[in-house]
C-alpha cells in the first residue's frame, strides 16, 4: 500500500511521462515533415518508450492500492527552429525528468517507502543513460555542424537510443 503523498507524486509523473511522449511525438512529426526521417524515427521510438513509462507507472499505482490518473495534459509546441535546438531541448526536458525522479525518491524516503523507492530505482538509472544519449547526439551535432546534416539523418539511429538497450525494449 502507497501513502497519499507517495501516490501524488507518482500521479504526477504519470501526467510527465505522458507529455514526454507527446513532445517527442510532435517533434518527431516536425522532423519528419522538414525532411529528417532518421530524426524523426529515433523521436518516435523515443515518444514510444516515454508512453512505455507512463503505463510503467499506471501499473505500479494501480498494483500497490492506489489509483492512477491521467490529468490534463499541457499541449507540447509544434515548430522548432531546427534540429540542433530541437535535441537541445530534448536534453533540458530529459534533466527536468531527472530531477522530477529524484523527487520522487525524496519522497519515498521521507515516507519510510522502501518498496516504491526500490522500484523507482529503475528510473533513476534510466534517466543516466536517456540523458547520456541525448548527451551524445549533441556531441555528434556539434561535429558535423549545420551543413552534414544530411549525413547525421542517416546516421542517427545507429546511435544508442530508445530500444538499443534491455532499458528501452520494455
Known amino acids: 500500500m502507497i501513502t497519499e503523498k507517495v501516490e501524488n507524486i507518482l500521479n ?26 532518421g ?8 515518444a514510444e518508450e516515454e508512453k512505455d513509462h507512463m503505463l510503467r507507472f499506471v501499473h505500479y499505482i494501480n498494483d500497490r492500492g492506489g489509483k492512477a490518473g491521467i490529468e ?10 531546427g534540429i540542433k535546438p530541437l535535441f ?3 536534453l ?12 520522487i525518491v525524496t519522497v519515498c524516503i521521507e515516507e519510510q ?11 533513476v538509472s534510466e534517466q543516466i543513460e536517456e540523458e547520456s544519449n541525448v548527451q551524445e547526439i549533441l556531441d555528434r551535432l556539434n561535429l558535423v555542424g549545420e551543413h552534414n546534416l544530411y549525413m547525421f539523418d542517416r546516421d542517427i539511429l545507429s546511435l544508442r537510443g530508445p530500444g538499443s538497450s534491455e532499458s528501452g525494449s520494455e
Open 12 to 37: 504526477r509523473q504519470v501526467n510527465r511521462e505522458a507529455y514526454s511522449s507527446l513532445l517527442y511525438l510532435s517533434m518527431a512529426s516536425w522532423a519528419e515533415t522538414h525532411g529528417y526521417p
Open 39 to 46: 530524426v524523426a524515427g529515433w523521436l518516435y521510438a523515443q
Open 72 to 81: 490534463g495534459i499541457e499541449q507540447p509546441p509544434r515548430e522548432f527552429e
Open 88 to 90: 537541445e531541448q530534448v
Open 92 to 103: 533540458k526536458h530529459e534533466q527536468f525528468i531527472t530531477r522530477s525522479i529524484n523527487e
Open 113 to 123: 517507502d522502501h518498496t516504491t523507492n526500490n522500484w523507482v530505482q529503475w528510473f
